[in-house]
Every structure is written in structure tokens, then in C-alpha cells.
């Protein structure tokens, strides 16, 4: 693990130190509490042991050929992935980079990162930067870091954590990525306070979720979608209502039809 991520990691046993890496270059230690983390496949896994409570979508993201296949032309590149969201992955992808605006350095959190389809353009925007890809699925970090690996991206570092509890000082990042995601989330309000906590000020948020469609039939799709797969649907002003108390402005609606939305939002 860098040293120089030394300052922003915070542990998350007893989260009053930073962590650090050891001479082995095996684990990640708290010099207060004397916990210890394994780096391993490249991934610093920071819930040793801890089991979560999963819905259906959730443990389709754990399942190994859902896991390889998904950023292919089978799932998330897909003509039908494309139909059903009204945007390519391209297209969305270089939505959010624009709206990102980084500058070639920087450090960037991306949150719910999956096997770093979004991280790794970010990583190459920010030569002079270091990108987070944070994630609670192992097998997806696994296939992140050997993706980002298979590229030579060596300013990537990934780590297995909770998104409601980020383990990272505060104002630690110029902007956070999370596209794909918020919807799965048990809590997004939380995981919005979070955000906010560690994103530095006049920092950028971006976002892509399931959206909520108008009408009656928006409402009977966001019903089964959250009861039977877990997961929740959003509307732009609902992300603005979790996100004006926590000092964000300049929202911009990036995209709203089909089943997906993507915004972004600057903080103070």
C-alpha cells in the first residue's frame, strides 16, 4: 500500500488512527489498536470475516460468471443493457468524466466500484492522481485489480469496505464516482452523509442509479423492483433532497429515461 494513502486511510476497527502498510507489503496495520489487514489479489480487505446481509441483486454482483462477463458485450455493454438504460456504457462513461472535470491529478474515490469499468477511465485522466475503487464484493475487486493490472495502472488502489461507514479521513477526495450503485445500497441516505464527509470542499459527486419513472407506472416498476431484486429507484429530485443538506449545489441532470438516471452534484 502507498505511504503517501497513509494520511487518508483511517482504521476501521478503531477508527482513531491511519493505517499503514507493512514492510511485506502483505497487510495493513493500525499502530493504536494493532489491527491488522490483508492485501491479497491486490485488494486491501478492511471486513475480514464480515458477512452481510445480501438481496438478490447484491449476490448476482458476487457471482463469479456475472462477475467475468460483466463488462462484455453480455451485460453491461449490451445492446439490451443499452435499450433498457437509453445510453451506452460510452456514452454514459464520458458523461461522467466530463462532468467529473478532473484535471490529470487529484485523488478520487470510486464507490461501489464492481470490476473498475469506471475506474480505470478515471485512472488514466488522472496520471498525476490516485483513484480508490471501494467495494464490499471481493470477487469483483479481485477482477478489478487484475483488470487494472492487465492495463499498467499503477495508481489504482482497491479496497474492500463499507460504504456506509467510509474508511477515509474527511475532505479526502476532489471527487467521488458512483455510478451503478446507489440503488443497491440498504441505506443511500447514509451512504450520501458519507460522500459528503469525505469529499473536500467545491469537490464534485458523480452518480448514476435506477431511475424512477412518472406516473403510475413508475410506481408499480420501483415497487417490484425494490421488493423482488432490492432494489431502490430515484428520481433527480430525489437525490437533490439527499444531497442539499449535506452544503451540495450546481446539480446537473445528466440523463433521465429508460430504467437509468445519471447526475452530478459540486459540494459548497
Known amino acids: ?126 496520471s498525476r492522481g490516485r483513484v480508490i475503487g471501494l467495494d464490499i464484493s471481493f470477487p469483483m475487486l479481485r477482477q478489478a485489480a487484475a483488470n487494472a493490472e492487465k492495463e499498467n495502472l499503477k495508481n489504482i488502489l482497491f479496497i474492500r469496505a463499507n460504504a456506509m461507514e467510509l474508511p477515509f479521513a474527511d475532505s479526502s477526495f476532489g471527487c467521488v464516482n458512483c455510478t451503478g450503485a446507489l440503488h443497491l445500497f440498504p441505506d443511500a441516505r447514509q451512504v450520501t452523509r458519507e460522500v459528503a464527509r469525505v469529499l473536500a470542499p467545491k469537490g464534485t459527486f458523480t452518480i448514476s442509479a435506477v431511475r424512477r419513472g412518472p406516473g403510475k407506472a413508475g410506481q408499480v416498476r420501483a415497487f417490484f423492483l425494490d421488493r423482488i431484486m432490492g432494489i431502490r429507484s430515484f428520481t433527480p429530485g430525489d437525490l437533490e433532497s439527499m444531497l442539499l443538506p449535506h452544503e451540495f449545489s450546481r446539480f446537473q441532470v445528466l440523463h433521465d429515461q429508460g430504467l437509468f438516471m445519471v447526475m452530478s452534484a459540486a459540494r459548497g
Not at 443493457?81 to 456514452?91: R, Y
Open 1 to 126: 500500500m502507498p505511504e503517501s494513502l497513509n494520511s487518508m486511510l483511517r482504521c476501521p476497527n478503531c477508527k482513531n488512527s491511519h493505517l499503514e502498510g507493512s514492510a511485506s507489503g502483505q497487510t495493513s496495520n493500525c499502530k493504536d489498536c494493532g489491527a491488522s489487514f490483508s492485501i491479497q489479489d491486490g485488494v486491501v480487505d478492511l471486513l475480514p470475516g464480515v458477512k452481510f446481509d445480501r438481496s438478490v441483486s447484491q449476490f448476482f454482483m458476487e457471482f463469479s460468471p456475472v462477475v467475468r462477463i460483466y463488462e462484455s458485450k453480455w451485460w453491461r455493454r449490451s445492446s439490451v443493457a443499452t435499450f433498457l438504460l437509453k445510453i451506452s456504457f460510452d456514452q454514459e462513461c464520458e458523461a461522467i468524466l466530463k462532468a467529473a472535470g478532473l484535471k490529470g491529478k487529484g485523488d478520487l474515490l470510486d464507490l461501489a466500484c464492481g470490476p473498475g469499468i469506471y475506474t480505470r477511465p478515471m485512472a488514466r485522466k488522472l
